[in-house]
């Protein structure tokens, strides 16, 4: 399948960010949160992409729930194991400018194995072999 213009564009992005938190993920100086924007960020290009192969308009917005649920009106969604994105959410947004809550853990390795999946899945969806 021939990908939309913008669906390419976001694909390209959403590699981008993903090849920027696998890169960070070993360095213990690099915070958490860091790691987790790109992971955020990668997810959401990607599942932009895929509402733009689909020709929806999409809002600009950081929601994961909110892309899932414009791809469900579409009768597309993830697999259950994949739908648990919606934890990234505040990387882009709350996790930006504050602090996380004493206790909160965020499992670097798990976050970029999800993303991982997610882009071997949509570009699945898309007609695209990873990597290409």
Not at 44 to 59: D, H, I, R, S
Request: charged fraction near 25%; proline fraction near 5%.
């Amino acid at each position: 399948m021939k990908l939309r213009k913008p669906a390419a564009m976001l694909l390209q992005r959403a590699v981008a960010d993903q090849l920027a938190a696998e890169k960070l993920l070993a360095d213990a100086g690099v915070d958490d949160e860091i790691i987790g924007f790109h992971c955020q960020q990668a997810v959401e290009k990607f599942l932009k992409a895929w509402l733009a192969q689909l020709g929806v308009n999409y809002p600009k917005t950081h929601n994961l729930q909110t892309l899932l649920e414009l791809l469900e009106l579409e009768g597309q969604r993830l697999p259950p194991e994949l739908s648990a994105i919606d934890l990234l959410t505040p990387y882009a947004t709350l996790y930006r400018y504050e602090e996380p809550e004493p206790g909160h853990r965020f499992d670097r390795q798990a976050a970029c194995a999800l993303v991982r999946s997610i882009r071997a899945f949509v570009e699945g969806a898309l007609g695209k072999s990873a990597g290409s």
